[in-house]
């Protein structure tokens, strides 16, 4: 949906353009191109170190093919890993857990789960949280302290390169501005010449605020707001996973367990009681 939305923002410009009778050559101001996007992206690469604009332009790519979405059977798939964890260590009790977060990628739990051995924070935050479990000593709730500490640190970092974003889209009519004044010097330098060439001249200028607003409020704004969205969207299935987690180490059935995350996800994509039953006890 990302390509899809930016092609109607541009053609719509470009179609409203067309039936006021305007000229597209004089858009295509290669100058004005160069002065706002190569200032703009000079003060990115001014502002943030390497690991995030690294970040912002993956995720940026990300909101072009439609931002990070997690399933209704995502969310099931999850469900279902929890309980099979869950089961087996009150089967085998919590040692059995073991070789398991010590070698996630060769777990044959975590194996069956592509969606959650892809995302590498939420492999890390839950073999990290059973590997502090296994060692003992730590009450439930300095537990949930410290995965709370964990999800805040990870929400920090992933924060970074949608402000970013955000900052370059801010800067953008501030350019265009810088690149409509040049573009006035220069026709003030022209003020002898016929008022075609005067008129070509401040058309070129104009040129230079449409292009820095267009793209601010048209594109990378848009795109800094959708890899905020991608970023709450893994930091629920953080909690969904802390949610369950948590619930059993304080002794909860496993069913219950992953009840309890069940009901942390959002309504949207939340499934039922039912489906949830049925899918974890699936063999």
């Known amino acids: 949906m990302g390509i899809v939305g930016l092609i109607i923002v541009f053609a719509c410009v470009a179609l409203g353009y067309a039936i006021h009778g305007g000229n597209f050559a004089i858009l295509f101001q290669i100058n004005e191109f160069i002065i706002i996007g190569g200032a703009a992206f000079g003060g990115f690469l001014l502002a943030n170190p390497m690991p995030v604009v690294k970040k912002a332009i993956s995720g940026a790519i990300e909101a072009l093919k439609g931002g990070f979405k997690i399933t209704k059977e995502q969310y099931l798939e999850t469900l279902k890993m929890l309980y099979e964890l869950f089961q087996l260590a009150k089967k085998d009790g919590l040692i059995a857990l073991e070789p398991h977060v010590e070698n996630p990628e060769g777990s044959s739990i975590f194996t069956k789960y592509e969606f959650f051995l892809k995302n590498h924070h939420a492999v890390s935050f839950v073999a990290d949280t059973f590997k502090v479990v296994l060692n003992g000593g730590v009450p439930a709730n300095e537990l949930e302290d410290l995965m709370d500490l964990d999800l805040e640190t990870m929400h920090h970092e992933e924060e970074k390169p949608s402000s970013a974003l955000s900052t370059m889209a801010d800067s953008f009519p501030g350019l265009g501005i810088v690149a409509a004044v040049l573009g006035v010097v220069i026709t003030m330098g022209?003020?002898?010449?016929?008022?075609?060439?005067?008129?070509?001249?401040?058309?070129?200028a104009l040129v230079g605020t449409f292009l820095g607003i267009l793209l601010s409020y048209g594109m990378v704004g848009p795109i800094a707001k959708s890899t905020e969205h991608s970023n709450a969207a893994r930091m629920e299935y953080l909690k969904v996973l802390k949610a369950g987690i948590l619930a059993f180490v304080k002794g909860m059935p496993p069913l219950i367990a992953v009840e309890y995350a069940r009901r942390a996800i959002e309504t949207d994509h939340r499934p039922t009681f039912q489906e949830m039953e049925e899918t974890v006890k699936q063999r």
């Open 190 to 204: 022209k003020i002898d010449q016929p008022p075609a060439v005067i008129g070509h001249s401040v058309a070129a």
